[in-house]
Antibody
Framework: EVQLVESGGGLVEPGRSLRLSCAAS????????MHWVRQAPGKGLEWVSG????????GYADSVKGRFTIVRDNAKNSLFLQMNSLKTEDTALYYC???????????????WGQGTRVTVSS | DIQMTQSPSSLSASVGDRVTITCRAS??????LNWYQQKPGKAPKLLIY???GLPSGVPSRFSGSGSGTEFTLTISRLQPEDFATYYC?????????FGGGTEVDIK
């Protein structure tokens, strides 16, 4: 069974940094693209970033480009999101999601974690 | 960026009804369209991939169709557990983008 467990969320002041983690199990992590998707309170889904299995393909939403960095450690079955220069509008529940196998790294998201909450407020 | 527009934004239906949700893309996305179901307080769940593909475990009352810029999600006979919010998502290029969601509630 695929399991994705996010951690690292919390309350942080604007301008500060936070690092989210996603621990994966139940599948061959190194074979799949991985993504972060967020959902602001009472709002819809927003894709944040994605990374191919081999780090060749990496993408970001315009709203986070230059501030967020996605990283994966295939040896530790882990995905990370380094979030710098946080803004109040980054407040959301952040989901880790499993993408597809191989080179088509931006595709559907077939498994999701339960999310970790990030609140940016002074 | 490709804009995804869902309609309606909400609908009320009864158990047993046939429900159709539409998603339109701002440019042609071939069949690179996926649908998700989200229940309150829960993570989204993949419902349909590549416009019409049904993942293992998803009931056959769910179906998807369309290509290019217009797509539909159909629930043939609404069940109590289907009351949720539904999102479309394009995977034609990055940034991946979602529609605004369609909330299906009980009439």
């Amino acid at each position: 069974e695929v399991q994705l467990v996010e951690s690292g969320g919390g309350l942080v002041e604007p301008g500060r940094s936070l690092r989210l983690s996603c621990a994966a199990s139940g599948f061959i992590f190194g074979d799949y693209a991985m993504h972060w998707v967020r959902q602001a309170p009472g709002k819809g889904l927003e894709w944040v970033s994605g990374i191919s299995w081999n780090n060749v393909g990496i993408g970001y939403a315009d709203s986070v480009k230059g501030r967020f960095t996605i990283v994966r450690d295939n040896a530790k079955n882990s995905l990370f999101l380094q979030m710098n220069s946080l803004k109040t509008e980054d407040t959301a529940l952040y989901y880790c999601a499993k993408g597809t196998l191989g080179s088509a790294w931006f595709s559907w998201l077939d498994s999701w974690g339960q999310g970790t909450r990030v609140t940016v407020s002074s | 960026d490709i804009q995804m527009t869902q309609s309606p934004s909400s609908l009320s239906a009864s158990v047993g009804d046939r429900v159709t949700i539409t998603c339109r893309a701002s440019q042609s996305i071939s069949d690179k369209l996926n649908w998700y179901q989200q229940k309150p307080g829960k993570a989204p769940k993949l419902l349909i991939y590549a416009a019409s593909g049904l993942p293992s475990g998803v009931p056959s009352r769910f179906s998807g169709s369309g290509s290019g810029t217009e797509f539909t999600l159909t629930i043939s006979r609404l069940q109590p557990e289907d009351f949720a919010t539904y999102y479309c998502q394009q995977s034609y290029n990055t940034p991946l983008t979602f529609g605004g969601g369609t909330e299906v509630d009980i009439k």
